[in-house]
């Protein structure tokens, strides 16, 4: 059974930082390109950031580039998203999932599996 657990939300002010985790389990996580959305209040889900196979390549929303930090271990099958510099609008429940496509993804339904998501709420 493959589970993605969040972890690392909570309520900060703006101009702070929260790193999130992702663990894997249940599956061959080398072997998927991993994600982060999120969706606020009333509004679709959004990509954020993808990273492939390795880690080694990341692409990011231009509404997070520069203040959000993806990145991977494979030896611990957890993915991260460090968060700086956050901002009221980031507030949203932070999802991670994973995708077995071979091109880096930034559509939900390229993914395969998903997480629970984890609640970040950024005051002003």
């Given at each position: 059974?493959v589970?993605?657990?969040?972890?690392?939300?909570?309520?900060?002010?703006?101009?702070?930082?929260?790193?999130?985790?992702?663990?894997?389990?249940?599956?061959a996580?080398?072997m998927?390109?991993?994600?982060?959305?999120?969706?606020?209040?009333?509004?679709?889900?959004?990509?954020?950031?993808?990273?492939n196979?390795?880690?080694?390549?990341v692409?990011?929303?231009?509404s997070?580039?520069?203040?959000?930090?993806?990145?991977?271990?494979?030896?611990?099958?957890?993915?991260?998203l460090?968060?700086?510099?956050?901002?009221?609008?980031?507030?949203?429940?932070y999802?991670?999932a994973?995708?077995?496509?071979?091109?880096?993804?930034?559509?939900?339904?390229?993914?395969?599996?998903?997480?629970?998501?984890?609640?970040?709420?950024?005051?002003?």
């Amino acid at each position: 059974q493959v589970q993605l657990v969040e972890s690392g939300g909570g309520l900060v002010h703006t101009g702070g930082s929260l790193r999130l985790s992702c663990e894997a389990s249940g599956l061959a996580f080398s072997m998927y390109a991993m994600g982060w959305f999120r969706q606020a209040p009333g509004k679709d889900r959004e990509f954020v950031a993808v990273g492939n196979r390795s880690g080694g390549s990341v692409y990011y929303d231009t509404s997070v580039k520069g203040r959000f930090t993806m990145s991977r271990d494979n030896a611990k099958n957890t993915v991260y998203l460090q968060m700086n510099d956050l901002k009221p609008e980031d507030t949203a429940d932070y999802y991670c999932a994973a995708s077995s496509k071979s091109y880096i993804a930034t559509k939900a339904p390229a993914y395969d599996y998903w997480g629970q998501g984890t609640q970040v709420t950024v005051s002003s």
